[in-house]
């Protein structure tokens, strides 16, 4: 019966084996933390890369279609941010808003994952510009990895 009774009140971890477990998680947290969040920059970068793309795929697509007449950028445009959406099915900038799925600037804008501070006192904008080939960049400005390094596509 001793043998029962001692087998008994030995169940379970001593305070010792769970500050070493505590101290074991602890140090893989520090170690493994900052790679998480440079994992977490890089794919919000890529998705605001991403939406750059779709900005510009949208604007292409809209300089091809013939029924569209009002608000048409020319050829040779420089960095210029991108208008509000117009009024009317031949609005160019309705159409590239109408692609994107989107009603206003302020909503595109508020899709960037990592670039989204509107508050700033230099705001994030998206740009474009158009060559004289009519081949289409977009740019994101302003931003907190754009304030040094703009996402350009082409």
Sequence with gaps: MNKKQKSLTNKGFSLVELIIVIAIMAVLIVVLAPQYIK???KSKISADTQLADNVRNAITNTLLDPAVTDNVPAAGTPDTKLPEPGAGATDFWKNVYDVLGETSYANLVANLKYDND??????????????????VTVKIVNGKYTGTNAITVD
Aim: charged fraction near 20%; charge should be negative.
């Design 118 to 135: 509107t508050t700033a006192t230099t705001p994030v904008e998206i740009q474009y510009a158009v060559d004289a080939q009519k081949n």
């Design 39 to 41: 994992y977490l920059d």
